[in-house]
Nanobody, 116 residues
């Protein structure tokens, strides 16, 4: 129910924009988030948003990444600027009901590779 796209390979300092489109009813009741998992590491939350309010933004990406949401398109975006090699990971879109701490839906991951 979540379709993510926009990954790729860039050099350090470059930019990428990830998109995720949800096919679910009551989109406004879900917190939409971007997560990432680097090789050998646990999946971590990068940022999440409900309606127009950003709920969480990882310290490691502050000032570089921006999360946004278009409710008319049931979509959430992650604009990634000034990418660093440590941003290399598989990025996942996730949706959790606003009253829940658990992600209910996951999209397929999209690979982001940053070369230094």
């Amino acid at each position: 129910q979540l379709q993510a796209s926009g990954g790729g390979s860039v050099q350090a300092g470059g930019s990428l924009r990830l998109s995720c489109t949800a096919s679910m009813i009551h989109f406004s009741r879900y917190v939409m988030g971007w997560y990432r998992q680097a090789p050998g590491k646990q999946r971590e939350l990068v940022a999440d948003i409900r309606n127009s309010r950003i709920i969480n933004l990882s310290d490691s990406v502050k000032g570089r990444f921006t999360i946004s949401r278009d409710s008319a398109r049931n979509s959430v975006y992650l604009q990634m600027n000034n990418l660093k090699s440590e941003d290399t990971a598989v990025y996942y879109c996730g949706a959790r009901f606003f009253q829940s701490g658990d992600v209910s839906y996951w999209g397929e991951g999209t690979q982001v590779t940053v070369s230094s």
